[in-house]
């Protein structure tokens, strides 16, 4: 298929490829790019500039497997919902229900625990308004933190018990019983807050299924649908294909944040993170977007029914709110939040003239903290994987506007 036929236009791809490598490759934001587009069942472009690895001179590669950390969790939520059709549980229960632990979880109202602070008052905290339910895991509405955040006592004891590191003894188990004794941000439903609700959903996952999260992600998710490349770590043969990842330096350009060639991801984790610990390739999570573009099935394998597929164009926050209006102080995000509404495990376009960006009402998307991003646009037929290495990059949401605009703007026909 040629750009044309897909409703493209190849000079506008090429100039894609150029404003990108100017703007963030060229410019030394990035050390390289990788950007994928498919369209009316065919790839319709693979633009790469730069390196994978620029302390050993490797150029990027189509190939190159990177860490997608934020991109785990839409993974995370296909997985849950596969066992939500399969009849394992709703995303109306309470979380309680299969977390008898959880039960009684206040909402943190002052002071530490004993464990951090030596003297001085425990936690105290105040009734929440209802339970946890499934649904505030799947849209980060569960009063739930990262540690990261650095707000409240209550962050702070996720940093104690390392809550979600991959490097945490006693792996989910462990991370669900340090949480039993740790107040929630707020009372379920009534804020969003990005936090570790996903990795408590892998958890549920590894619970109800009877195996470990990444083995179900491997027999179930990534062996059918052919993503061979992607794990929570990278074997010792691959090694050669992994990018290393890099952090911008003080006064410009870029220091090496994790080597490839001593990566602790060279290893399998404790922890197996749904919410950030996945690596994969651009060609693998292309075939995961393809298969949700697709309605749930690809190459023959069904992992979802198109009905359940549909549920990720809609927006699940009470009362149709936006992540901008019910974000707690502070709150981080993978996305900029006008316009923007949660799904299951992914932002959801919900008001294009508030993104202030083309795009397409329904289309769902999320990114990661070493700046790679994916979307897809069921309207469109669409969906773009762009994938780079860069921890706390400063043009993190340029780049992803630059990204989406520069796609569009390449359309010489809308379906929508």
């Given at each position: 298929m040629t750009a044309a036929s897909a409703g493209f236009s190849a000079q506008r791809l090429a100039r894609l490829d150029d404003v990108m490598k100017r703007r963030y490759v060229d410019t030394g934001h990035l050390p390289g790019?990788?950007?994928?587009?498919?369209?009316?069942?065919?790839?319709?472009h693979t633009g790469m500039a730069g390196h994978m690895d620029l302390e050993r001179n490797k150029p990027m590669r189509e190939d190159a497997i990177f860490r997608i950390y934020s991109m785990s969790k839409p993974i995370t939520a296909v997985a849950l919902m596969m066992l939500v059709e399969e009849g394992y549980l709703g995303l109306d229960d309470d979380v309680a229900t299969h977390i008898p632990s959880w039960r009684g979880m206040g909402v943190y109202s002052t002071g530490l625990p004993g464990i951090i602070a030596t003297s001085g008052p425990a936690?105290?905290?105040?009734?929440?308004?209802?339970?946890m339910k499934v649904v505030d895991l799947v849209?980060?509405?569960?009063?739930?933190?990262?540690?990261?955040?650095?707000?409240?006592?209550?962050?702070?004891?996720?940093?104690?018990?390392?809550?979600?590191?991959?490097?945490?003894?006693?792996?989910?188990?462990?991370?669900?019983?340090n949480l039993a004794g740790i107040p929630l941000e707020f009372s379920p439903g009534t804020a969003w807050n990005y936090s570790v609700s996903i990795d408590v959903m892998g958890y549920l996952v590894q619970k109800l299924s009877g195996m470990s999260?990444?083995?179900?992600?491997?027999?179930?998710?990534?062996e059918p649908l052919g993503m061979r490349d992607t794990a929570f770590f990278c074997p010792e043969d691959k090694i050669g294909r992994f990018a290393s990842c890099y952090m911008p330096k003080q006064g410009g350009g870029l220091s090496v944040q994790d080597d490839a060639g001593a990566s602790t991801y060279a290893k399998p984790p404790n922890l197996e993170?749904?919410?950030?610990?996945?690596?994969?390739?651009?060609h693998d999570y292309l075939r995961f977007c393809r298969m949700m573009l697709n309605g749930g099935t690809l190459d023959g394998v069904q992992i979802l029914s198109p009905k359940t597929v549909a549920l990720f164009s809609l927006?699940?926050?009470?009362?149709?709110?936006?992540?901008?209006?019910?974000?707690?102080?502070?709150?981080?995000?993978?996305?900029?939040y006008a316009g923007v509404g949660f799904s299951i495990g992914c932002g959801v376009n919900i008001n294009v003239a508030k993104t202030r960006l083309p795009g397409t009402l329904g289309e769902y998307f999320w990114g990661g903290a070493a700046a790679t991003a994916f979307w897809i646009d069921p309207k469109e037929d669409t969906t773009v994987v762009?994938?780079?290495?860069?921890?706390?990059?400063?043009?993190?949401?340029?780049?992803r506007r630059d990204l989406r605009t520069l796609v569009y703007s390449a359309m010489t026909e809308s379906l929508a």
């Open positions: 790019i990788l950007t994928q587009i498919w369209r009316r069942g065919e790839l319709v936690f105290i905290t105040t009734p929440v308004q209802r339970p849209t980060h509405t569960s009063g739930l933190t990262y540690g990261f955040l650095n707000r409240t006592g209550v962050d702070r004891a996720y940093r104690h018990h390392k809550i979600a590191d991959p490097s945490a003894e006693g792996g989910l188990d462990a991370m669900i019983e999260f990444g083995e179900f992600l491997r027999t179930r998710l990534f993170s749904g919410g950030g610990g996945l690596v994969s390739t651009s927006n699940h926050l009470p009362n149709n709110g936006e992540v901008a209006t019910m974000s707690t102080p502070g709150a981080f995000s993978e996305t900029s762009f994938m780079t290495q860069v921890i706390g990059s400063p043009v993190r949401l340029t780049l």
